[in-house]
């Protein structure tokens, strides 16, 4: 691998000369000389990544996508992880996302835990997306509980009703008990409406 071109890369960018920072991360990306080399280079550059910050989409789906898609097929947990971490990026990769059946980082979180059900890291990734949901769910109550862009099908309430279930035995600590009964509370309301409806 040229690490001399990647050096140049992250000075290019640093100095905001866009070109010169596309040709050296090509020039990068395109230096490896094998899977275990690109497998050794991923695994030192996550190990100091900023989990909030967005990877460069080339490093992304050149180097660190392919080294976890590999790990996620065979069940390894820290492949898993850094999916669902770096679900943004995969979720732009979409000819790669695709591989994965647009898999949701929901999906990929539930995963993660269910490799790792003793890592507290996984169960809090895990628990802060349903609350996540929850939150985007009532933010139009009282007219309406979402579930994507629009009211909730009696369907949808049971799933959400569900994941409620899930988020309650994911909170351990009972942080969000309050929270999670209020949101129950306004589900019940709502269903009871749709009912009302459709009578």
Same mark, same amino acid.
């Given at each position: ?16 000369? #866009?070109?010169?920072?596309? *040709?050296?991360? +090509? *020039? ?5 000389? /094998?899977?275990?080399? #690109? ?12 989990? !909030? @910050?967005? %990877? +460069?989409? !080339? $490093? ?18 820290? /492949?898993?992880?850094?999916?669902? %971490?770096? *679900?943004?990026?995969?979720? !732009? ?9 647009? $898999?949701? @980082? ?11 059900? !003793? ?9 802060? #997306?349903? $609350? ?12 309406? %509980? =979402? ?5 909730? /099908? =009696? ?16 909170? $351990? ?12 509370? #306004? =589900? ?12």
């Amino acid at each position: 691998m040229n690490l001399a071109a990647y050096d140049a890369f992250f000075e290019a960018h640093r100095s905001g000369r #866009k070109s010169a920072a596309k *040709a050296a991360v +090509r *020039a990068f990306t395109a230096s490896f000389a /094998s899977f275990e080399e #690109k497998q050794d280079w991923v695994t030192g550059f996550l190990r100091t990544h900023d989990p !909030e @910050t967005r %990877i +460069r989409h !080339e $490093i992304y789906e050149e180097l660190v996508l392919p080294v976890l898609l590999k790990g996620y097929h065979a069940s390894d947990v820290w /492949s898993t992880q850094w999916l669902a %971490i770096t *679900a943004r990026n995969l979720h !732009e990769a979409r000819h790669q996302w695709a591989q994965l059946d647009f $898999i949701s @980082t929901y999906a990929l979180l539930k995963r993660w835990y269910c490799l790792a059900p !003793e890592s507290a890291a996984a169960r809090q990734a895990l628990l802060e #997306k349903l $609350i996540d949901r929850f939150v985007f769910s009532e933010h139009e109550w009282p007219g309406v %509980i =979402l579930c994507g862009m629009g009211g909730a /099908s =009696l369907e949808q309430c049971r799933q959400h009703a569900d994941a409620v279930v899930e988020a309650r035995a994911l909170d $351990i600590d009972g942080e969000w008990t309050a929270f999670l009964d209020e949101f129950d509370d #306004k =589900l019940r309301v709502y269903q009871a409406r749709l009912l009302m409806d459709a009578g």
